[in-house]
Each structure stands twice: as C-alpha cells, then as structure tokens.
C-alpha cells in the first residue's frame, strides 16, 4: 500500500469521524493554505498577514474592490494637494475610538509614520516605498483630527502613500511618548540618538510577541484576534462595541460573528472539508479539486463558486549576486539565467497543473494592468537553445556525465543548484517538472522544500542559489522601488535577486517622481523591459483565483482585487437549507 494511499484513508476516516457541523451558526470559516509569518503591524509581510488586516487593522484610504479606485476609510474624504504637488491635507473621522475607547487623532497618525520610517523597526522589505516618498507629518495646531503629509519631492504615489500604513495606537505602543521628541528629519537622517531607552523600546517593538500574540494584536478593525493555534487555525472575534458599526460602508460591516481562518495544506483535505461543509469560504483551492467539485450537483447546490483572473505573478527566482562560498555563481551570467528560462515547460505545467486557468506573462506587470508592456515576448521551452546558451557561458559537459561543469576559481564546478520552494504537493510536482526538463540541457536543479518563514527569510538574506515564488499584487499601482530597486537588495528588502544598477534605478525614479502619466508609463515599459533582458526572474504565470463561497450567507461577491472576497459582509440567512452530502 502506497504513503499515497494511505494518506487519503486516513483523511477519509478523519473526517467521517467528525461531528457534522451547525452552519446555522453565524460564524465564517475561511479556508488558508499557511499560517501568516506573523500579524506584527509593520515587520510581517506575507499575502495570509493581509488577508487578516482586512478584518483586523485600518488604513486612511483603501481600494474599492468594485470600482478600484481610492476611497477615505478613516478619512472624511480623499486628501487635497498643494499647488506643487509636495503637501497633502488630511482630516480624520471624528467618530474613530480604540478599543480603550479613547479617539483616534492625527498623532495616531503621526507616531505610526515615524514607526514605519524608522531604520531601528524591522520591516527592511518594504521600508523603501515610504523613506523615498515622506518627509514629514505636520498636525495641525488648531484641530487634532487634521494634518498634513509632506513628500520628498512630487511623486506618483504621495497622494496615497499613506494608505499602505496600518494606524498604531501611540497612547498604547508608546505611553512615555518617546517619539514625540524625535522628528521626521532625525529619522529620516538617521541622526537622533539611540539611548537606552529607544534601544529597549524597538526590542520590544520587534519582538516576535507582537506578531503572534492575540492578546498584543491591536488594531482599529471590527474584529479582533481571540485565538490563534499554530499551524491550525486563527479565530477572530467580533467586537462588541465597534466604532464603525453605525457605517453603511460594505468595508465596515461586521456581520459574522466569528471568523475562523483554517489552514488546510492539502488539497485532498481542502476538498474533503467543502464536500462535508466544514469550510465556508476558500480561494486557495486546487484547480483540479475545484473542477471536479463543481461536477456535484450537491456541491453546486451548497456554494457558489469561479475561477476569476487576478492580479499576480509567479517566478523562478535567480541569484545574481551570491556568495561565492555556500551558494556558487551559476546564474551571475546573463546568458545561463536566459538559458533557464528556455528549459522552463511552462506551458506544459499550465496545462497539466492548472488545466488551462493560468495566464503567462513575461513581465514583471500584469497584464491586467494598462502599464503592462506587451511588446515583450513570451520565452519558448527551446533545449537546444538552453544548450547553445550554456555553451557560449563556458558551462560545458566536460567529463561525460551529462552534467554541465566549470572551472570556478580553480574548482570544477558541475552545475548543480538548489531549487528552494515552499513546501506542497503541487509545488513539488512542478518542481520536478522543471527539474526533469532543465536536466535535458546539462543541468541540475535538486528541490528543496521548505516552509514559509524560512523560505521567506532566506530569499531575504539572499542565501539561495534559484527559487519558485510568487508575488500577490494588486490593481493599484506596485511601487517598483520594492521589488527592483539596488537599495532593497542592499538593505535586504524584497530585491532579492540582486537586480539593477543607476540605469535601472533611474527608470524607477523618473516613474515615481512625476504626476504626468505618460512621462509615469514609459518609465515602467522601459524597466520592464531591462528586467526581461536581464532575467532576473523567469516570469510563468499567474493562476486564476480559485472561490468557493456557501450559499448560507448572502453578499457572495467575488472580486478580481486581492483577497477576492470580503468575509466582514457575509450576512447569514437563516432560511437557507443545505443539501445531504453525497458521495
């Protein structure tokens, strides 16, 4: 008998051992493949961290999944601009408390910017986007619910930089008010002194408890973190008393009284859990599962459910700067990261894995998105000219084990890797797809499964030879500064890869530092094409988003914007009757 086998009994006898669910009660059950890194307000970065903000955290203004565009959340409208584009005018709601029930004022505001600017707070990923955009927050003196932002310089993105910033509570994370002393220009220069007392207050701060914690997970959202048990599930709770529960707003309803994010990795379970109706919600299931799901007429009967497109990219990461000891230079050469991406089946694997709902793209742009460049063409599974490529890089099979070698600082080298990815069934089987397919050029990629944080972690130190990821997007503008800018690799942020030079990072400048949309365009057709011709990535594609959503509640909705649902407006109707599970 087959682990395979074996695996699939044992789930089968889990769940029939359950005692089947009440869904008549008013609680969301959302299915996840992985447990966030974290829920810290600031140093967590991963796309489950976000779909729980959602629920949990607040930002000024945020994107109305309908009409993408920007809307005031905890704004009574959308900011005003100065005559040079430099200054924005913000005022807050009046009616926004606390928990603690005290209201939200602009030094709320205020303390969170310097908090997210600030070298000392561990969030060197994503830092960049705001220290190359704000210079300063100024409250006005005469109103605490208003303030302004002023920006470096004019810039594409200053008008809603602040919306990426989830608001802090200052009387609770710094009740001393040690930052109130400390301005902009000293964090921005780095120059306030760090005493005793800053040092000991960013340990805390940075400390892993306030990432995981439910008792230290605050935020202004309806719902509250009550219970988290790793690697199994995270409950939110809905707060009693709510400021926004008064808000017509479909972004402020609160209507389940508990949301239960499960984490199920396995797709037979993920498929088994919607077929016994223990999941109301997932938009991570398979493909394949999904597809022979909606074959059921019990389950059609019980959930809506669609593939819909998404905003997304999936890629091979290549290491262009490494070490030179524990991980060796394989793909510094231009040629060899070309050469890999001409051994990549992708159209294959999209077809066997997906069956057909991925969309390829061979840009670092959507292409949703109307900056995408479509002039770039898509790279073709060629060996031969792998080969031809591998050759001419000087990477040759020089002893006859149909390996490719070189001499490396005196050392013959075979070119042998590791292919990191984060560990599931499906990314293994691709892995391994990849890997049979680029051993017919000369080359061996060994997989090497991993879980998230030290996946995440590792691509962040950049110690990794080549790894499967993918980046979570969204129909807003995605400030390349993160992603492609020489100081986020510098600074171990999210230029994992070692990509770019002054010619690049102009092009990124000049896209950011203009408001004329044309000048903002062929910046980024141009830098996705440097990105194409240097290869740091081998783009493939981007899945579709995979709903199914139980008829129990109404407001079913399904959005192309990241997360795709909103499980805060899932209202329960107590008339609907579910049908018997079937085999």
């Not at 310089?153 to 989830?166: E, H, Q, R, S």
Request: aromatic share 12%; glycine share 4%.
């Amino acid at each position: 008998m087959t682990n395979k086998f074996l695996i699939s009994i044992l789930i089968i006898l889990l769940f029939s051992c359950v005692e089947k669910r009440d869904i008549s009660q008013n609680t969301v059950i959302s299915h996840i493949l992985s447990q966030p890194d974290g829920l810290h307000p600031y140093n967590n970065n991963s796309i489950m961290r976000s779909y729980v903000f959602n629920y949990t955290q607040k930002t000024l203004i945020q994107l109305d999944f309908e009409s993408l565009d920007y809307i005031p959340d905890l704004l009574k409208e959308l900011p005003t601009s100065s005559e040079d584009n430099k200054t924005f005018y913000f005022e807050l709601k009046d009616n926004i408390k606390w928990d603690d029930g005290s209201l939200l004022t602009a030094k709320d505001v205020e303390f969170s910017t310097k908090i997210m600017l600030c070298h000392l707070t561990d969030n060197s990923q994503i830092r960049p986007i705001y220290t190359s955009v704000i210079k300063s927050i100024e409250i006005d003196p005469n109103n605490p619910l208003k303030f302004s932002m002023q920006a470096k310089d004019v810039n594409w993105t200053a008008k809603t930089i602040l919306g990426g910033i989830y608001i802090q509570q200052r009387s609770y994370w710094d009740p001393e008010g040690l930052f109130d002393n400390i301005s902009f220009e000293e964090i921005n220069s780095r120059s306030f002194e760090e005493t005793d007392k800053i040092t000991d207050w960013f340990n805390n701060f940075n400390h892993a408890d306030n990432g995981f914690k439910p008792e230290r997970l605050k935020g202004l959202g309806p719902y509250e973190v009550s219970e988290w048990e790793p690697s199994q599930y995270i409950t939110l709770k809905r707060k009693e008393s709510w400021w926004g529960s008064q808000e017509s707003s479909v972004y402020n309803n609160a209507f389940p009284e508990k949301i239960i994010f499960k984490i199920i990795k396995e797709d037979a379970s993920s498929y088994l859990a919607l077929k016994n109706q223990e999941i109301d919600v997932t938009i991570n299931i398979g493909t394949v599962k999904l597809m022979k799901l909606r074959e059921r007429d019990y389950f059609n009967k019980n959930y809506d459910s669609d593939f819909l497109d998404r905003y997304g990219i999936s890629y091979i990461g290549l290491n262009t700067k490494p070490d030179g000891i524990k991980h060796k230079p394989f793909f510094v050469d231009k040629k060899v990261r070309r050469a890999i991406a001409y051994t990549i089946p992708v159209d294959e694997i999209i077809e066997v894995m997906f069956h057909g709902k991925a969309l390829r793209q061979p840009s670092s742009v959507s292409p949703l998105k109307k900056w995408y460049n479509d002039t770039l063409a898509l790279i073709p599974l060629d060996i031969d000219k792998a080969k031809q490529l591998l050759t001419e890089a000087g990477w040759v099979d020089t002893d006859g084990d149909n390996i490719r070698d070189k001499v490396i600082n005196g050392v013959k080298t075979p070119f042998s890797f590791k292919f990191s990815y984060m560990s599931s069934p499906i990314s293994k089987e691709i892995v391994l797809m990849m890997k049979e397919s680029m051993y017919k050029a000369g080359i061996v990629a060994e997989p090497t499964p991993m879980d998230f944080s030290l996946f995440y972690k590792n691509a962040g130190d950049h110690k990794f030879d080549a790894m499967l990821a993918g980046w979570g997007s969204s129909a807003a503008y995605s400030n390349p500064m993160q992603l492609w800018h020489t100081s986020s690799w510098v600074n171990k942020g999210s230029n994992f890869c070692g990509f770019g030079d002054a010619e690049s990072d102009a092009l990124i400048e000049e896209a950011n530092n203009t408001l004329d949309y044309e000048t903002h365009k062929n910046a980024l057709l141009k830098l996705q094409a440097r990105i194409y011709e240097d290869q740091p990535y081998v783009f493939l594609w981007c899945t579709k988003r995979k709903f199914a959503i139980h008829k129990r509640f109404n407001n079913r909705q399904m959005f192309f914007e990241f997360p795709g649902v909103m499980l805060n407006n899932l209202q329960l109707n107590t008339s609907f009757v579910s049908s018997d599970i079937t085999q």
